[in-house]
T-cell receptor, first 115, second 115 residues
Framework: AQTVTQSQPEMSVQEAETVTLSCTYDTSESNYYLFWYKQPPSRQMILVIRQEAYKQQNATENRFSVNFQKAAKSFSLKISDSQLGDTAMYFC????????????FGKGMKLTVNP | NAGVTQTPKFQVLKTGQSMTLQCAQDMNHEYMSWYRQDPGMGLRLIHYSVGAGITDQGEVPNGYNVSRSTTEDFPLRLLSAAPSQTSVYFCATQDIMGASSEKLFFGSGTQLSVL
C-alpha cells in the first residue's frame, strides 16, 4: 500500500519570501504521479503542480516548483515570492497509474503567508 | 460549462436520518469518485465509478451507498447518518482516456454535520 507523509503540520512565511513544503512517500510502484494540491479557505481543491515519476526534470509552474528525489521518495514544493493568496492548506498526493482509486493524500499542512 | 457540481453545499442532519449528496458533471468523464475530508486526515476515497453501471468501494465505504445510472450523475447516499460521518465531502471526475488522464476535477464540496 502507498503512504504519503507530510511531517510539518503548519508553517508560516513572510510575504515575498521563499518557503519549502516537504513530502515523502512510500511505494513499490514504478509508474506513478505526484501532486501538490492547494485548498484555500473557500474549500476548493486546486491542483498546483504535478510530476510524472518517469521524468527526471523537476516540474515548474510559475512561482511553484518541486524537488523530486525518486530514490529518496521525496517530493517537496518550493513557493517563491510568497503571496498572501498562497495562504491555504497544501496536500501532497500520490497516484499510481491506472485511475483515481489509486490516489493517496497526505494529511496536509497549513501554510500562512504573513504581510 | 459548469464542470463538477455538488449539492448541497451545507447540510445538517440528525442521527439516523438519510440523505443523498448530489454530484453532476458535464465534462463526459467516465471516472467519478467520492472523498471525505476529516481534520488531520487528508482526503480518503469512499466509492468510485469507472462508468455508468459500474461502482466499487474505496478506502472508507461503510455507511455509504452509490449508484451510477448515467455518465453525468454519481449520487452518494447516507442511509442512516451517524456523527462519525460529519465531514466535508468532495466529488471528483477524471478523464482517464484524455491527454491529462491523471488530473482530477473536484467539486466545491459539501460540509455535512450529523448531530
Amino acid at each position: 500500500a502507498q503512504t504519503v507523509t507530510q511531517s510539518q503540520p503548519e508553517m508560516s512565511v513572510q510575504e515575498a519570501e521563499t518557503v519549502t513544503l516537504s513530502c515523502t512517500y512510500d511505494t513499490s510502484e514504478s509508474n506513478y504521479y505526484l501532486f501538490w494540491y492547494k485548498q484555500p479557505p473557500s474549500r476548493q481543491m486546486i491542483l498546483v503542480i504535478r510530476q510524472e515519476a518517469y521524468k527526471q526534470q523537476n516540474a515548474t509552474e510559475n512561482r511553484f516548483s518541486v524537488n523530486f528525489q525518486k530514490a529518496a521518495k521525496s517530493f517537496s514544493l518550493k513557493i517563491s515570492d510568497s503571496q498572501l493568496g498562497d495562504t491555504a492548506m497544501y496536500f501532497c498526493a500520490f497516484m499510481a497509474w491506472g485511475g483515481s482509486e489509486k490516489l493517496v493524500f497526505g494529511k496536509g499542512m497549513k501554510l500562512t503567508v504573513n504581510p | 460549462n459548469a464542470g463538477v457540481t455538488q449539492t448541497p453545499k451545507f447540510q445538517v442532519l440528525k442521527t439516523g436520518q438519510s440523505m443523498t449528496l448530489q454530484c453532476a458533471q458535464d465534462m463526459n468523464h467516465e471516472y467519478m469518485s467520492w472523498y471525505r475530508q476529516d481534520p488531520g486526515m487528508g482526503l480518503r476515497l469512499i466509492h468510485y465509478s469507472v462508468g455508468a453501471g459500474i461502482t466499487d468501494q474505496g478506502e472508507v465505504p461503510n455507511g455509504y451507498n452509490v449508484s451510477r445510472s448515467t455518465t453525468e450523475d454519481f449520487p452518494l447516499r447516507l442511509l442512516s447518518a451517524a456523527p462519525s460521518q460529519t465531514s466535508v465531502y468532495f466529488c471528483a471526475t477524471q478523464d482517464i482516456m484524455g491527454a491529462s488522464s491523471e488530473k482530477l476535477f473536484f467539486g466545491s464540496g459539501t460540509q455535512l454535520s450529523v448531530l
